[in-house]
């Protein structure tokens, strides 16, 4: 039997005003709806009257400025009741007032970025400091536009478009050369090599030549500290002082200097003689001598040789008289021999002559470009019928063989010219590279056998790691680069005492 029941029927039975009574969810609804916003209201007097103004903060402040956090004022500007949206530019240079990036822009009328366009704050672990690359290229990205008579590279987006081959490694007409001095070739030193004269072989490392600047002297492998104590050693009257620039010229750098100081560890330290070189390389002049000569100036050398050799021939007396070997003749044999008695003036003379003869046209020219000095007079010490002289006039004591050394040819040893930092545009860190081996960035060192190689890597190694996207270190221009040159900073006047600032005060 079909039921009898419509549509119409059906809808009676529904009541139409179930949305006006109350239910518990409603009125669970109503009180939060009520009492969020009181709580809110609540909550934010109370800061507000506590002096705390980080409810107005659009995330936490860097490390550098976290004591600020209280401080809104101290870099907004308040107005209608509230802050303004960026910081001030007087505000950031009420605490450290850096001086621009270049002067000559702000003579070019070009337009000058607000500090807070390149250094955001409210990031909390954000590097303050490391302004990204974008706001870097918008001026080196046409600098013939942003400021006239650049003499940097013009178009320069990134580290990976545009930026131009270190200077020190371009050239207009020629391979770079290094200005240096020093005779080292590299690729035989990176080689399995013989210690000293007689020694056993070693393999060398670059850390045993080049390390950091803190390197203490006890960390080197091959230093002798026997030489240590020599240098420096106080010029001869009438010689000019040992002047450490014609060693290590000062760099006539562009770069800007950081705001931080350099904790010694950025550069390689110079490699010394005493612990690098001592080890393998000895100074040895006579037979009868275990020790070598000193590390030092051909004056201070020359003085050495006088007072060792005087002193010795005071202990030795009878090589004052000297019996010529017959084997020695080089005439062939049958010779008969000979003898002399020399005053013991005479036979320092010829000692220090002949040792000086071997120091600066053997030892020494090995590594040093040595000039102005010519072979000693081929009679002294060569049993020559003709007295032998010392430079133009004999010496008749310890004094006149000293001041002899004025007026005879002594060596000139062209300054080493070591250059300590190779990209002074930039900033880099060899402590934050420790982790990698040295050949890997100097390849060119393990086939280097010119001392005029210049071994730093160029630009195609730092872009293998350094890089934009995933899985490469970070490439932005303040990694290398400094925007403000702080050497010349301005002193402010403080702003804030610390019981107000803690407290909330100003």
């Known amino acids: 039997m079909a039921r009898d029941r419509t549509t119409k029927a059906v809808a009676q039975r529904i009541d139409l005003n179930y949305f006006k009574r109350a239910t518990p969810f409603k009125r669970a609804k109503l009180w939060l709806a009520i009492l969020a916003p009181a709580v809110a209201l609540v909550w934010i007097g109370g800061q507000f009257i506590g002096g705390d103004q980080r409810v107005y903060s659009s995330g936490r402040l860097s490390e550098a400025h976290a004591v600020l956090e209280k401080q809104c004022a101290a870099c907004h500007v308040r107005a209608a009741g509230g802050f303004s949206a960026k910081a001030a530019d007087a505000a950031c240079l009420a605490c450290h007032d850096g001086p621009a990036h ?24 954000a590097h303050l400091a ?5 706001n870097c290229s918008e001026c080196h990205l046409d600098l013939a536009r942003a400021g006239a008579g650049s003499h940097f590279a013009n178009n320069i987006r990134s580290l990976a478009d545009g930026h131009p081959e270190f200077a020190t490694l371009r050239t207009a007409g020629g391979a770079a050369r290094d200005p240096g001095t020093i005779k080292l070739n590299h690729a035989l030193h990176m080689r399995s090599i013989r210690r000293g004269p007689t020694g056993p072989m070693v393999q060398l490392e670059c850390s045993d030549c080049h390390k950091t600047g803190d390197a203490s002297s006890s960390s080197w492998r091959f230093r002798d500290a026997a030489y240590a104590p020599m240098l ?7 010689q000019r002082a040992y002047d450490l620039k014609d060693e290590f010229p000062e760099q006539k750098t562009r770069g800007l200097m950081p705001l931080r100081p350099r904790l010694g560890r950025e550069l390689m330290t110079a490699p010394k003689f005493e612990n690098a070189c001592a080890g393998c390389h000895l100074l040895t002049f006579d037979r009868r001598m275990d020790e070598g000569v000193p590390h030092d100036t051909p004056p201070v050398i020359h003085e050495y040789l006088v007072k060792r050799f005087v002193k010795y021939i005071a202990a030795h007396p009878s090589e004052l008289h000297q019996v010529q070997n017959p084997e020695r003749s080089l005439f062939g044999r049958g010779q008969p021999s000979s003898t002399r008695v020399l005053t013991g003036t005479r036979w320092v003379a010829e000692q220090v002559a002949v040792a000086e003869e071997l120091l600066w046209h053997k030892t020494c020219a090995q590594c040093h470009s040595v000039s102005g000095t010519s072979l000693q007079d081929v009679r002294i010490a060569r049993w020559d019928e003709t007295p032998a002289q010392y430079g133009t006039k004999p010496a008749a004591s310890l004094a006149g063989l000293e001041a002899s050394a004025t007026e005879s040819s002594l060596a000139k040893i062209a300054p080493a010219r070591l250059t300590s930092q190779w990209l002074p545009h930039a900033r880099f860190d060899h402590d934050a590279h ?29 872009q293998t790691c350094h890089a934009p996207g995933p899985g490469y270190v970070s490439s932005q221009c303040s990694e290398c680069h400094t925007y403000h040159d702080w050497s010349k900073r301005k002193e402010v006047k403080p702003t804030f005492t610390l019981p107000k600032l803690k407290t909330g005060g100003n």
């Open 434 to 462: 420790t982790g990698f081996a040295c050949t890997g960035c100097h390849q060119n060192a393990l086939k280097s056998t010119e001392s005029s190689d210049i071994l730093i890597p160029g630009i195609a190694v730092c």
């Open 232 to 238: 420096p050693r106080p010029p001869l009257p009438s």
């Open 102 to 125: 270049h002067p000559e822009m702000t003579a070019s009328n070009a337009r000058q970025q607000a500090c807070a366009e390149c250094h955001a704050e409210h990031r909390r672990s």
């Open 130 to 134: 490391a302004a990204s690359t974008k």
